[in-house]
């Protein structure tokens, strides 16, 4: 191997829409495992909405990339060299390995450090169904929405890693779920492979219409990955004692000035409803038991998901815009 | 007596600031109690900032007034003529009898038809610091707020009749209060009388930079009554697993047009913080424990109110104006 490790950084903070003049491409050695530290090579990166937040110079629930840093992001790879007993050449890790050939992880960083991937488990499914994004869509669903056999569930961002993964456990507690996507390849993809009872196209329909439509009873769990005008929508229809789980606000992260919130809140006051953040961070120490039902799931077929895998290096920066202009198609990830 | 019922109907749904224009005077016969029904005879009316939303032609927690309509107002009043044994003409009672001067109201209709007031209780009593508004802050900070000691509470139209009451039972829990209200009147009652530990005058302070500077350790609860700005500036501000108890939002009540939400809700996920709307009808099952405590807490000098008792059948619609145009000084009420 050469002793080059490849990096894209952070050279400018982005003012509107991300894009790959936002990063600067950079070789460096790679770097030397210390005491009790594990060198990787990341096989694969993971791209996720919040990834924008980071590249924000204000505070947040992680302190922001800072200027010349590489990017920051989830990865998995393989062991190449390690200091610690408990990892060997060869294992499968997962880590926050950020955009570059090689890391020096610690295992002591916690569920942030490294993990060992267990045999008999694909390494992208701990970057997608059973990754961040995965564990978002369950403890969203699970601890914030409360689903309840027979509620009527709505889902935006419902094709997304995120959004497929909190309607489909909603379908399996007995729940009828609506999802809202965009195009017709993602609304086909939910209503016959992740078999959501009916889907929402925003790029052509009327969301506020057809939600009003397609739950006729109204609306008990909103999980939101979009805000702006879709959380205005299906506020307009909430149910009494509703659930509004504000997982993201995806329609906002790129935008220059500052987006106006929904007009009518007025509506949790009416319907006793509650609208509610979470970070999935916190939920890092009960991982296994969400990674264990998820994996059971999968297994059964009662949930399905779907990786859209880039490659190449060079095409990192543009990976993750492709989050914020819809191009993805499920978890976005990328083989190095 | 004459046989004159004076009433104020609702002859025209306001658009924008409601006035003394949206109602019609009307005299009718004085009605007859049927069977198991209760003459009452109004001495002293409630008027709230939701009585606005009851004028509005959509759907809410109450059926809209109808054109034509006696306007819905809570009242205090003295029994006539009684069709019901447990009611006695001259005994003092709680009804929602309207702008009128005789309602017939039922002993059937719960706790939004008639009950008794107990004796040794003033009547106005029972419609500001033992009403609808003082239950309301009950309920709203203790139920949903859940101060804890040592916490940082923020109250938004703090010297209302609900923003008051919910200030001080925060106080009571051994939070730090801060309250925001207009002008220096409201803000010197409340931090001298009321005994809040700060004081932001929206009129001529800069609400934002005030909620830092006084809330140095964050907002842990969020008591909103006013919606739009304020809302804003204090979700700046809150701390991680913040409660914001969503009230009211008396700043749109009046709006012609639909006002903009918040711009950082996002706020509200980075915090893992909740935001969560309420109907003090849903406690009115329970209201023997809030009127016992409340009652509790005023004799004992934890809490103060204030009343703001008009005079004058004439003026009543204008008397509902006030709340809208801050010139109200603690619970409005008007004497017949």
Redesign the interface.
């Known amino acids: 191997m050469t002793n080059i490790n490849r990096q894209w950084v952070l050279s400018k903070r982005p003012h509107g829409m991300v894009g790959v003049d936002n990063f600067e491409y950079k070789e460096t050695p790679i770097p030397t495992p210390g005491e009790g530290e594990v060198l990787v090579r990341n096989t694969h990166l993971s791209f996720d909405p919040t990834q924008r937040g980071w590249m924000e110079d204000a505070?947040?629930?992680l302190p922001p990339v800072g200027i010349g840093e590489v990017m920051r992001a989830g990865s998995v790879g393989e062991v190449v060299e390690s200091n610690d007993e408990r990892f060997k050449p060869g294992d499968a890790v997962q880590t926050l390995g950020g955009w570059q050939d090689y890391v020096v992880a610690s295992p002591a960083g916690g569920a942030l450090g490294l993990t060992k991937i267990p045999d008999g488990i694909e390494p992208t499914m701990l970057l997608s169904v059973l990754g961040v994004t995965g564990q978002t869509g369950y403890w969203g669903m699970l601890d914030l929405g409360q689903p309840k056999a027979g509620e009527t569930v709505l889902v935006s961002g419902a094709a997304g890693a995120t959004g497929s993964i909190a309607g489909q456990i909603a379908r399996i507690k007995g729940c009828r779920v609506v999802g809202i996507a965009g195009g017709p390849q993602k609304c086909a993809w939910l209503t016959e492979q992740a078999r959501f009872d009916a889907v929402i196209d925003y790029k052509s329909d009327d969301v506020d219409a057809r939600i009003k439509e397609l739950c006729p009873n109204k609306v008990d769990i909103f999980f939101d990955n979009v805000?702006g005008d879709i959380?205005q929508a299906a506020l307009n229809h909430i149910n009494m004692n509703a659930r509004v789980v504000?997982?993201?606000?995806i329609s906002?992260y790129n935008a220059t000035e500052?987006?106006?919130?929904?007009?009518?809140?007025?509506?949790?006051?009416?319907?006793?409803?509650?609208?509610?953040?979470?970070?999935v961070i916190?939920y890092m120490d009960r991982a296994a038991q969400a990674v264990g039902e998820l994996i059971g799931w999968v297994k059964s077929g009662d949930i399905v998901y779907q990786e859209d895998i880039q490659e190449g290096f060079e095409n990192i920066p543009d990976t993750l815009n492709r989050l914020f202009t819809g191009r993805n198609v499920g978890k976005q990830l990328l083989k190095l």
């Open positions: 505070e947040s629930y805000g959380l504000l997982c993201g606000g906002g500052p987006v106006p919130g929904p007009t009518n809140l007025m509506n949790l006051v009416i319907n006793r409803a509650r609208m509610e953040g979470f970070i916190d």
